[in-house]
């Protein structure tokens, strides 16, 4: 990290010019900046409770569609284009169209939302299908209840496959929120700030927003996978 962080510094002094190319040292004075002020903190809030909160929606939906399409077929095969079509379309051609049909405001919602489904949707359906067969049907041979089948044999099988789609899935939420917001430029977002540093041609600014923006992806995502193993430590222990 240092080295790479040297190699910036001296890229910086080379170019000579901080609309170009600024460097490290500059954008750490230029966030400490921002973070005294204000608007900084409703900004990082505006963005961080509708980026999440998509991610969360589309993790429990995209969850619950795949437990019902592991049992259903018809609605597997239902759901099989309509996940396809999410992940080909570029994320750009779905912030244009919310932009014709929705406000800016909650933009960055629906469009996390969107990418995080399928693949919470896939990563669980595929926990579902690896699932060990001579447990299951040691379950049915001495007529476990529901409940007990749940917890003792499908969440600790299914949960590695979704663990990992949730850490995939919030940093794709996060760039595409951002993204969103950045072209519909709600009032008050971490996009719109991004964006007015480009118009102004703030380089400072643009990298010291990225920075913010990586910072709070990386936390969340740490926060989700500790929360998600304390939760799974809890029903190994009961499953003990």
């Known amino acids: ?15 000579s010019s901080e609309i170009l190319l600024v460097g490290p040292v500059k954008v750490v004075q230029t966030l ?8 900084f903190w409703r900004s990082v809030g505006f963005s961080l409770r509708r ?14 569609l795949a437990a019902l399409a592991s049992r259903f077929r018809v609605i597997r095969e239902l759901l099989s284009p309509l996940m396809l079509t999410v992940r080909t379309v ?6 244009i169209l919310a932009l ?13 939302f969107l990418m995080v489904l399928p693949i919470i949707y896939t990563g669980v359906l595929t926990g579902i299908a690896q699932r060990d067969a001579r447990l299951q049907e ?18 600790p099988q299914v949960y590695p496959y979704f663990r990992s789609a949730c850490k995939t899935a919030l940093g794709l939420a996060w ?10 430029m709600p009032k008050g977002s971490i996009g719109e700030h991004l ?43 009961w499953k003990g």
Request: glycine residues 8%.
């Open 1 to 15: 990290m240092l080295f790479w962080l040297l190699v910036w510094q001296l890229g910086s002094m080379a170019v």
């Open 32 to 39: 400490l900046g921002l973070v005294g002020e204000g608007v």
């Open 51 to 64: 980026i999440f909160g998509g991610f969360l929606l589309a993790a429990f939906l995209g969850s619950l």
């Open 90 to 95: 570029p994320v750009a051609s779905f912030i």
């Open 100 to 112: 014709i049909w929705f406000s800016s405001k909650n933009l960055s919602v629906l469009i996390s």
């Open 138 to 155: 040691m379950a049915r041979v001495f007529r476990a209840r529901s409940t007990h089948r749940l917890l003792m044999l499908d969440l």
């Open 175 to 184: 760039k595409s929120g951002i993204a969103a917001e950045v072209i519909g």
């Open 195 to 237: 964006q007015q540093a480009k118009v102004y041609l703030d380089t400072p600014s643009l990298f010291a927003w990225t920075v913010v923006i990586v910072l709070i992806s990386l936390l969340c995502e740490q926060a989700v996978v500790h929360l998600l193993d304390a939760g799974m430590g809890l029903v190994r222990r």
